[in-house]
């Protein structure tokens, strides 16, 4: 029996040690995994501030000129009203010259149209609103009227 004593404890010591050795191999793994992971997070901090840190200077640019153009576009609004309202009155009144010459034009070439040869053979649809003027004038101006 002490033979198998000595065995069995020879085993357990040796069982002892390969556990020791697997725990420290564990050990020594995962402080290599945590050791990498914190290099590559420490250089990605390091690009990620290289990378902010030019953004922030570029910012540090253009902030004053963003105040700069916010104080500007506060003015601009009390200034378009009444530009919005010269332009309202140049087209009414450039479309008011429009109807004055369309009038104008309107009765000069009715005008023409007396001075034009008999025979000149005009157009169906001339002689379509001929025909047309003439009943219109012909017609009693009210049907009950008439006896």
Same mark, same amino acid.
């Not at 000595?6 to 040796?14: D, F, G, I, Y």
């Not at 040690?17 to 914190?38: G, H, L, N, P």
């Given at each position: 029996?002490?033979? #198998?004593e000595a =065995?069995?404890?020879?085993? #357990?010591s040796?069982?002892?040690?390969?556990? &020791?050795?697997?725990m420290d191999?564990?050990?020594r793994?995962?402080?290599?995994? =945590?050791?990498?992971?914190?290099?590559?997070? &420490?250089?990605?901090e390091v690009?990620q @501030?290289e &990378?902010?840190?030019?953004r922030? =200077?570029r910012a540090?640019? @253009?902030?004053?000129?963003i @105040? +700069?153009?916010?104080e500007e576009?506060?003015?601009?609004?009390?200034q378009i009203?009444?530009?919005?309202? /010269?332009?309202?009155?140049? +087209?009414?009144?450039?479309?008011? +010259?429009?109807r004055?010459w369309?009038v104008?034009?309107?009765k000069l070439?009715d005008? +023409? =149209?007396?001075?034009?040869?008999?025979?000149?053979?005009?157009?169906r649809r001339? &002689?379509?609103? /001929?025909?047309?003027?003439?009943?219109?004038?012909e017609?009693?101006a009210?049907?009950d009227? @008439?006896?």
């Amino acid at each position: 029996m002490p033979e #198998v004593e000595a =065995r069995l404890e020879a085993r #357990v010591s040796e069982m002892s040690e390969i556990q &020791r050795d697997s725990m420290d191999k564990a050990k020594r793994i995962s402080d290599e995994f =945590r050791d990498s992971i914190i290099k590559e997070w &420490r250089s990605f901090e390091v690009a990620q @501030v290289e &990378r902010w840190s030019e953004r922030d =200077r570029r910012a540090s640019d @253009v902030t004053p000129r963003i @105040v +700069a153009l916010e104080e500007e576009i506060a003015l601009i609004p009390p200034q378009i009203a009444p530009i919005y309202e /010269i332009f309202e009155q140049w +087209a009414k009144a450039y479309s008011e +010259a429009g109807r004055v010459w369309l009038v104008e034009s309107n009765k000069l070439l009715d005008a +023409a =149209r007396v001075n034009i040869p008999t025979d000149v053979k005009l157009s169906r649809r001339q &002689r379509k609103k /001929i025909d047309a003027q003439k009943q219109e004038a012909e017609a009693p101006a009210d049907p009950d009227l @008439v006896e």
